[in-house]
Nanobody, 115 residues
Framework: QEHLVESGGGLVQPGGSLNLSCLSS????????LAWYRQAPGQQREFVAI???????GYAQFVEGRFTISKDNAKNTVTLQMSSLKPEDTAVYYC?????????WGQGTQVTVSS
């Protein structure tokens, strides 16, 4: 059983930056992929960014070069560096780990972009 805990969310002004972290209770090197998703009020959860076991990264189109996903196997942590934040980035951000056929989720961290 993998336990994921996100942190780093908060209130930020438009154009600002935040760094989200996701700490795993297990060894993340076992994960085929690690990803971030988000869910805004009244919306479905959507994909944000992913990094696979080979270190290859992928991003949703709306990221437009503003976010960077990275992982640290030694610290069992996956991070999402976000910059040039927009009000439409406001959402609960969730960490996901895919290990074999099992998909694990954290509890989420709120990001609010507002002046």
């Amino acid at each position: 059983q993998e336990h994921l805990v996100e942190s780093g969310g908060g209130l930020v002004q438009p154009g600002g930056s935040l760094n989200l972290s996701c700490l795993s209770s297990g060894n993340i090197s076992r994960a085929g992929s690690l990803a971030w998703y988000r869910q805004a009020p009244g919306q479905q959860r959507e994909f944000v960014a992913i990094v696979n076991s080979a270190g290859q990264r992928g991003y949703a189109q709306f990221v437009e070069g503003r976010f960077t996903i990275s992982k640290d196997n030694a610290k069992n942590t996956v991070t999402l560096q976000m910059s040039s934040l927009k009000p439409e980035d406001t959402a609960v951000y969730y960490c996901n780990a895919l290990i074999g056929t099992h998909s694990y989720w954290g509890q989420g961290t709120q990001v609010t972009v507002s002046s």
